[in-house]
């Protein structure tokens, strides 16, 4: 059972006015302000929700998840197709090393996409995979990853069809804030597409205050 009203992509669906422009995501109800600001481009939108997931209450983790979607995300025909960006703002210092990335990951999306579609659609347990190897670190203190996620697409125009994100993740620690920050950028274009662009200046605007 949801604790929350909708699922963070489902929420995505609403329309989305001007206020997804704001500049300082919404923390949910009792909880204090975060401690980050990430600008919403233009035509994208965001979401916000708490730890423990309820799609994925195993994650082992406290704090929020705070989301940036591309436009048209839903759309498979869309140029940005189940392209977005993610901010795991971690209380604690909790591991994540490649071993514990790939596990989470894999639960992340299974999870999601039993909640969204498992009613609708059948989905094989053993899709749900996560493949990381070192990546190229950005700044001292941080640790990247990138790889691939193989998982389905749970949403009604996807059709529950088979899919496989390329991903970049960077962690690294907010001093000021005492969290960890996971941010990862995911679509299933290659990262020779226009696309992977605009992931990094999402990345890039992420500040901790």
Do not use: H
Request: proline share 10%; net charge neutral; with cysteine.
């Amino acid at each position: 059972m949801l604790r929350f009203s909708l699922l963070p992509l489902i929420v995505a669906l609403a329309a989305c006015d001007s206020s997804c422009a704001s500049k300082a995501p919404t923390p949910p109800d009792g909880a204090a302000a975060p401690q980050f600001v990430w600008p919403v481009p233009d035509g994208w939108r965001k979401e916000t929700i708490p730890f423990p997931l309820d799609f994925a209450p195993d994650l082992p983790y406290r704090g929020l998840e705070e989301i940036r979607f591309a436009p048209e995300f839903f759309d498979p025909a869309a140029p940005a197709y189940f392209s977005y960006a993610f901010v795991w703002w971690l209380e604690g210092r909790p591991e994540l090393d490649r071993s514990s990335l790939e596990r989470d990951l894999a639960r992340y999306f299974a999870g999601l996409c039993d909640a969204v579609g498992g009613k609708k659609f059948s989905f094989d347990p053993k899709r749900f995979k996560a493949m990381l190897s070192p990546g190229a670190d950005r700044a001292a203190g941080a640790r990247s990853f990138q790889g691939t996620i193989d998982a389905y697409d749970p949403f009604e125009k996807g059709s529950g069809r088979e899919i496989t994100l390329n991903v970049e993740l960077s962690t690294w620690d907010c001093a000021a804030a005492g969290r960890r920050v996971l941010l990862v950028k995911a679509s299933p274009k290659p990262r020779s597409d226009t696309i992977w662009k605009d992931l990094a200046d999402s990345e890039g605007a992420f500040q901790c205050k």
